[in-house]
Structure formats: C-alpha cells, structure tokens
C-alpha cells in the first residue's frame, strides 16, 4: 500500500522524522530557533497533521524540540555550559546533547538502583542476574556481540523493588535506546564487549556480597565508559 509517493502509514512518521531531521540541518535553524509552521510542514512533506504530530512527538521525546503553547516548536537549546558542538549536523548536535543528559540521568537512577537490589532482593533476584549474564556471555561467545545487555539493564531496575525507580528508568532507557540505534551507531560499535562482559559480571558479584559502595562505584564506572565517547 502506498500513500501519495510514501510508504504505509505504519512507517510513514519514521520518515517523517528524517524530513523535519533535513530541515533542520539545511535551513540554517539555529538551537533555539522556531520550526516552520505545522500548515507549512503539511503542505511542504505532503502528509496529514495526525501523522506530523507524530513525527514531533518522537523529537520530543529525544530532546530534540520542545513545544511551547500558543508559540510553536523550538529546536532545544545548546547547553548552558557551552558544549562546543562535535558533528557538522546540528541534528546529530542536538541528540548528542539529550544523549548526555539523558546518560547523566541514567547514571544517577542505575547507581542508586543497585544500592536498592541490594537492600530489597532476594537471591532467587540475583540467581535472575546471574542467569541473563550467562545467557550474554553465552551469545558473546558464539558471536562476538553482547546482545541483550540492555534487558539486563531493565532487569536491575525490575530487582531495586521500587516501583518508581523501574517505570522511569525505563522511560529513559527507551529514549537512549532510540537515539543509540539511530545517529548513534558509531558509538555502540566502538563499544567493548569484552568489557561490558567483564563490568556486568563485577556488578553482579558486588551485589551478591551485598557490597554496596563496590557495586556503586562499578556502576557508575560501566556507565561512564560510555558517556565519555559523547564528550
């Protein structure tokens, strides 16, 4: 099925997406700038507005515009501490930003979840970690990938007991695995494995002693491998 020149509706806001991404980057917008009017979006991607709200709902919830009632949408600030800007596409510039708030964020919520595990888990919990570790390093074996290291990520958060902690922890978890597998390839690639491996299996041991400042400081430093391939 198609619709005009596009695809189904079903992909359809995800090239939507990559559109308002070329605007962006070619029409000399500025952080802070305004994007043009939703009418004139519509009238210049040939697609409904059900369609292009869609599209920005996605950039919203990347970080990469804020709507402001009655004014329109606004392309997000560079931040206050003057980030120099590392790639030429201010797209890319603008995730790169959300990206390091939102593993700032990250950092905080997973170093105090696993204070958390330790205090609320029982070990059938940790037996949990345990065996998903084994299940990465299984496929790490046969295929040089850690693949499911971020549901192991998901699964700390589901053994801190903390309602709370789990629901917003996968809010950001979802918007740094969008950003991650889209302009950020780069980086994941670059990625260790090897090290992932070695890190998730340190954390885990922690937890299970039940040492609180060791699995902490393991946590905060798996995390900051990858936060500083972004600075």
């Known amino acids: 099925m198609r619709i005009g020149n596009r695809a189904a509706r079903t992909l359809l806001y995800e090239e939507v997406v990559e559109d308002l991404y070329k605007i962006i980057d070619r029409e000399n917008l500025k952080p802070g700038d305004r994007l043009p009017a939703e009418r004139e979006l519509i009238?210049?991607?040939?697609?409904?507005?059900?369609?292009?709200?869609?599209?920005?709902?996605?950039?919203?919830?990347?970080?990469?515009?804020?709507?402001?009632?009655?004014?329109?949408?606004f392309l997000r600030e560079?931040?206050?501490?003057?980030?120099?800007?590392?790639?030429?596409?201010?797209?890319?510039?603008?995730?790169?930003?959300?990206?390091?708030?939102?593993?700032?964020?990250?950092?905080?919520?997973?170093?105090?979840?696993?204070?958390?595990?330790?205090?609320?888990?029982?070990?059938?919990?940790?037996?949990?970690?345990e065996a998903m570790y084994q299940e990465i390093k299984k496929r790490y074996e046969e295929t040089g990938k850690t693949v499911g290291e971020f549901?192991?990520?998901?699964?700390?958060?589901?053994?801190?007991?903390?309602?709370?902690?789990?629901?917003?922890?996968?809010?950001?978890?979802?918007?740094?695995?969008?950003?991650?597998?889209?302009?950020?390839?780069?980086?994941?690639?670059?990625?260790?494995?090897e090290y992932e491996l070695k890190s998730h299996r340190m954390i885990i041991q922690a937890i299970r002693s039940r040492d609180t400042k060791t699995a902490q400081r393991l946590m905060h430093e798996h995390l900051q491998v990858t936060m500083d391939m972004f600075k």
Do not use: C
């Not at 709200?53 to 009632?69: D, K, T």
């Not at 596409?89 to 170093?111: F, G, H, I, P, T």
């Open 78 to 129: 560079q931040p206050s501490s003057g980030d120099a800007a590392r790639y030429d596409s201010l797209s890319k510039n603008l995730e790169r930003y959300s990206m390091m708030e939102a593993y700032e964020v990250r950092q905080v919520l997973e170093v105090k979840g696993v204070e958390l595990i330790i205090r609320n888990a029982a070990e059938q919990d940790i037996d949990e970690l």
């Open 151 to 193: 549901d192991l990520h998901r699964l700390y958060a589901s053994k801190t007991g903390s309602m709370f902690m789990t629901q917003t922890l996968e809010i950001v978890l979802n918007a740094i695995w969008d950003m991650m597998y889209g302009k950020f390839s780069d980086i994941l690639d670059a990625t260790s494995e």
């Open 43 to 73: 009238e210049k991607l040939n697609v409904s507005r059900n369609v292009l709200r869609e599209a920005f709902h996605v950039l919203e919830n990347r970080g990469i515009i804020v709507s402001r009632q009655g004014k329109g949408r």
